[in-house]
């Protein structure tokens, strides 16, 4: 029963556009939300993060938007570019962090 | 610096062979973690160390998945017999103190099962 779904396997977005990267959790416990990213032979990096009191974190061309009513979470990347391409998890935190399933997301010229 | 370091980075094995992946965390880091990851279920959090201390295995799938941490600088996780179903990408990650730190993930180890 996956308690963090991202229901977007992948993603496509022409280079300069917003890219919108969706996540739903079922928890109402979680306190703490993180997205990582993930190029291919790597692992995952830390990317951004909120804490559940916020609605809003902006880091650079990276924002991450907390809905706690319906219980959602969006990155945001403006402008995309294509070193952006990757593999990105949404995760949440209460005694531990429990991972989606990923997004793949692919920037192109 | 270094990062976690795992290995081997490849690993293809028969069914029912033991399958050994290794991990050595961040110096300085109190809390490793193994994560496995499919595309069905994303990443998964199998088991985590504080202290070199097993804190939480509930992710373990079944016996036939173990895991060590005899020292602070390695950990090994286990899998005898191995099966088909048990391929995936297998992530060690450390934090300095717990899970609620952000947590410096290895560069994984790609495991097959045949």
């Known amino acids: 029963d996956q308690q963090v779904k991202q229901n977007s396997p992948s993603l496509s977005v022409q280079e300069g556009r917003i890219s919108i990267l969706n996540c739903d959790y079922t928890n109402s416990m979680f306190d703490y939300f993180l997205w990582y990213k993930k190029y291919p032979a790597e692992g995952p990096t830390f990317l951004i993060s909120i804490s559940s009191i916020k609605d809003k974190n902006e880091d650079g061309r990276f924002t991450v938007f907390l809905n706690k009513s319906a219980k959602h979470l969006s990155l945001h990347i403006v402008p995309s570019q294509p070193g952006d391409s990757a593999v990105y998890f949404c995760a949440a935190y209460t005694d531990k962090l429990i991972f989606g399933t990923g997004t793949r997301l692919q920037v192109f010229p | 610096d270094a990062g976690v370091i795992q290995s081997p980075r490849h690993e293809v094995t028969e069914m029912g062979q033991e399958v050994t992946l290794r991990c050595k965390p961040i110096s300085g880091h109190n809390s490793l973690f193994w994560y496995r990851q499919t595309m069905m279920r994303g990443l998964e959090l199998l088991i985590y160390?504080?202290?070199?201390?097993?804190?939480?295995d509930s992710g373990m799938p079944e016996d036939r998945f173990s895991a060590k941490m005899p020292n602070a600088s390695f950990s090994t996780l286990k899998i005898q017999p191995s099966e088909p179903r048990d391929s995936a990408v297998y992530f060690c990650?450390?934090?300095?103190?717990?899970?609620?730190?952000?947590?410096?993930f290895g560069p994984g180890t790609r495991l097959l099962v045949l």
């Open positions: 990650a450390s934090t300095r103190k717990g899970p609620q730190e952000t947590q410096y």
């Open positions: 160390f504080n202290n070199n201390v097993p804190i939480d």
